[in-house]
Each structure stands twice: as structure tokens, then as C-alpha cells.
T-cell receptor
Framework: DSGVTQTPKHLITATGQRVTLRCSPR?????VYWYQQSLDQGLQFLIQ???????AKGNILERFSAQQFPDLHSELNLSSLELGDSALYFC?????????????FGPGTRLTVL | TQLLEQSPQFLSIQEGENLTVYCNSS?????LQWYRQEPGEGPVLLVT?????EVKKLKRLTFQFGDARKDSSLHITAAQTGDTGLYLC????????????FGKGTSLLVTP
């Protein structure tokens, strides 16, 4: 158990809908990262927050957004969903945002868009 | 664009054999991490290497970071069936907020 929690575990929805994925980092960790894992692309970085502020952006679509709240939990919002958004979404946390920070991953949310 | 290339993509060996997985890039990384992932679960951190030329040993696993900090390898001695899984290398760079760039992974199957 990494100490990072994610809900829900599974999510099934239809195209065009909007969903929210939730992540609670390890106790004391200030940095949260979101990743998407699909069969063809592997694990891809989406976005990072550090202590409530956006720190870095990766391959995140404009239909996707995220935020980190004062209690440090984070939410990833996916809207106007398409079939291709079906994937595993992981949250990771680390104590800092420096180069030597070690990231610990949650169990993931499996999103299926029908 | 995949910054990190892992090889081999698939590996099937028998218990007791040795193996090496490679992770290569043309980019320099501040640090490199190795993870193991089971189907449907999150990656589990095995090790972090930060210094060029660094070698770290965890029981039967030996990790090496290249001198130029562009490549890494994972060597497993006397593989066991419990080593079966997807091995991922991931590099962090300062120009991307130290977010991890992952390789596509090496899927290892160890049979009795």
C-alpha cells in the first residue's frame, strides 16, 4: 500500500459525459501528479500540482482539467468524453517537486467510455 | 514522442535464469526511477538513481545509471516466478517540473 488513495476504482460512462476522479496523496506529500495509461501510449504525464498550485503540464487535453484543494487532495475532471479517453488514470504523490523526489502511485481509476 | 526506450519489450525465461532490461534515451535525466506494475494496479517504486555511474543493489536486483545519465539497466539474478510483471523505467527532467517520462515497459514472465 503506497498510501495514495484514488476513487472510484472503476467508472463506466457514455460519450459526451463528464466525470471527476479523486486522489488523496500520502500524508505530508505536497505534490500530486496525474498520469494516463493506455495500451498503445503507455504511461503519459498529464499535470502536476504542488501545494495547491499548478506546477507543470504534460499531454493534457483542453477537455481535461485538475485542481488541488487546501487539504491537498486533488481532482481530475474529464469532460466531453470520447471513446479514446478510456484508460487507467493514476495519481502519484511526492514530498516535494524537486528532481530527487520519489513518486508513489495510487491504485488507479479505470475509466471506460461507451 | 517516447523519450525512453526499453528493451526487450517482452521476456519469457525460466526460474533460476538471469536477465537484463535496458532503458535508453538521448536525453539527460536528473534522476531515473524503476517501477514494477501488476495488471490493473499502480506502479510500485523499486529504486531511484540520481548520480551518473551509480549502482544500487536490492537483493537479487541490480540497477545501474549510465555515466552520462541517459540510460539505465536492471539486472535480475536467479529469477523467481514472483518477479513476473511489467518493469517500467521513468526519468525526471528539470524542464518538465520533474514529472516522470516513462518507457513503455518490459513485460517479464518467469515460468517454473
Amino acid at each position: 500500500d503506497s498510501g495514495v488513495t484514488q476513487t472510484p476504482k472503476h467508472l463506466i460512462t457514455a460519450t459526451g459525459q463528464r466525470v471527476t476522479l479523486r486522489c488523496s496523496p500520502r500524508s505530508g506529500d505536497l505534490s500530486v501528479y496525474w498520469y494516463q495509461q493506455s495500451l498503445d501510449q503507455g504511461l503519459q504525464f498529464l499535470i502536476q500540482y504542488y501545494n495547491g498550485e499548478e506546477r507543470a503540464k504534460g499531454n493534457i487535453l483542453e477537455r481535461f482539467s485538475a485542481q488541488q484543494f487546501p487539504d491537498l487532495h486533488s481532482e481530475l475532471n474529464l469532460s466531453s468524453l470520447e471513446l479514446g479517453d478510456s484508460a487507467l488514470y493514476f495519481c502519484a504523490s511526492s514530498a516535494t517537486s524537486g528532481s530527487y523526489n520519489e513518486q508513489f502511485f495510487g491504485p488507479g481509476t479505470r475509466l471506460t467510455v461507451l | 514522442t517516447q523519450l525512453l526506450e526499453q528493451s526487450p519489450q517482452f521476456l519469457s525465461i525460466q526460474e533460476g535464469e538471469n536477465l537484463t532490461v535496458y532503458c535508453n534515451s538521448s536525453s539527460v535525466f536528473s534522476s531515473l526511477q524503476w517501477y514494477r506494475q501488476e495488471p490493473g494496479e499502480g506502479p510500485v517504486l523499486l529504486v531511484t538513481v540520481v548520480t551518473g555511474g551509480e549502482v544500487k543493489k536490492l537483493k537479487r536486483l541490480t540497477f545501474q545509471f549510465g555515466d552520462a545519465r541517459k540510460d539505465s539497466s536492471l539486472h535480475i539474478t536467479a529469477a523467481q516466478t514472483g518477479d513476473t510483471g511489467l518493469y517500467l523505467c521513468a526519468g525526471a527532467r528539470s524542464n518538465s517540473g520533474y514529472a516522470l517520462n516513462f518507457g513503455k515497459g518490459t513485460s517479464l514472465l518467469v515460468t517454473p
